[in-house]
């Protein structure tokens, strides 16, 4: 159970939910596979897996859950070979052309005879909140998926106080500035992204470099910024930090990773939770260490 992205957001209020009343809550959304006629199906399922699972896995102060998601694929070629043949069978029976419209309502009768035949497709999309510290973390990044998620989690909780994360320095100039010199804990890699200012503004990704030479000297003296860096937190992680607050490819290094030696997890489900109660007590300790180097946070995110 680890995390490869983070997608940090804050609870703008105290946070009133306890995980049996969330997993109450959750029940009520629970996932569903998609019937015949459906294009897609998501609800929440046990984190930890099995049928008879509790929707909130809580551990140490911090809850896990988990959106699933199913769709069918039917793809645009199927559909459009399927509709080719039906719109020729009405051309040759009754000797005459099939118009536009006409096409676009065989194309919905197509589609519903596909559906149920189609393949099925499951994704899945962990979180956790920590109540005490005022996290909810998403392993994603920003775009629809997180979007989604963070919407059906309110609706399913009723209210669901939180806001992304936002810190007193522009995350970009921070970044920038670290090729100068990391802080205390913070060390560079050898991976970055540099954009232009400008909305339109060229981008250069470099990965096996090193980034206190010449060349990329030369783009910061260009107007270039730092929006993706790569970068080791102590030795115990390490990640690309982005413009947008995401952490991306996080990895948890050997120092973290030989703990899970001495556990001796019998089961999957045991090695599941001895994995997120590691995970959480370190980004805990990281997550306030990646306010703290972004400037702290602002009054609207406190």
Request: net charge negative; aromatic share 6%; glycine share 8%.
């Amino acid at each position: 159970m680890w995390f490869k992205s983070l997608m940090p957001f804050r609870f703008t209020e105290p946070c009133t939910l306890d995980p049996d009343t969330l997993a109450e809550a959750l029940a009520h959304a629970a996932f569903r596979p998609c019937g015949s006629q459906d294009l897609v199906t998501c609800g929440w399922v046990p984190p930890l897996g099995g049928e008879d699972g509790a929707l909130v896995h809580a551990a140490g102060g911090f809850w896990l859950v988990c959106l699933q998601s199913e769709d069918k694929l039917l793809p645009a070629s199927v559909i459009r070979a399927a509709l080719d043949e039906r719109v020729a069978e009405i051309e040759d029976r009754e000797a005459r052309k099939v118009r536009r419209k006409e096409k676009e309502t065989l194309r919905d009768e197509v589609l519903l005879d596909l559906l149920p035949r189609a393949f099925t497709r499951r994704k899945r999309l962990y979180a956790y909140l920590d109540p005490r510290g005022g996290w909810l973390v998403v392993n994603g990044t920003p775009g629809k998926a997180v979007d989604d998620f963070t919407s059906l989690l309110r609706k399913a909780a009723g209210s669901l106080p939180i806001a992304p994360l936002r810190t007193a320095s522009v995350p970009a100039s921070v970044l920038t500035g670290w090729l100068g010199g990391a802080p205390a804990d913070w060390q560079v890699g050898d991976e970055c992204e540099l954009r232009d200012a400008g909305e339109e503004g060229g981008i250069v990704r470099c990965k096996g470099q090193d980034l206190g030479g010449d060349e990329i000297r030369t783009h910061l003296a260009a107007g270039k910024q730092v929006t993706r860096l790569a970068v080791e937190w102590q030795e115990r992680l390490s990640c690309v930090l982005g413009d947008d607050h995401a952490v991306r490819r996080l990895r948890f290094l050997d120092v973290v990773q030989e703990q899970l030696a001495d556990l001796n997890a019998e089961t999957v489900a045991e090695e599941l939770d001895a994995r997120f109660a590691l995970m959480t007590l370190e980004l805990a300790a990281f997550l306030p260490a990646l306010v703290s180097a972004f400037g702290g946070e602002t009054p609207a995110a406190a």
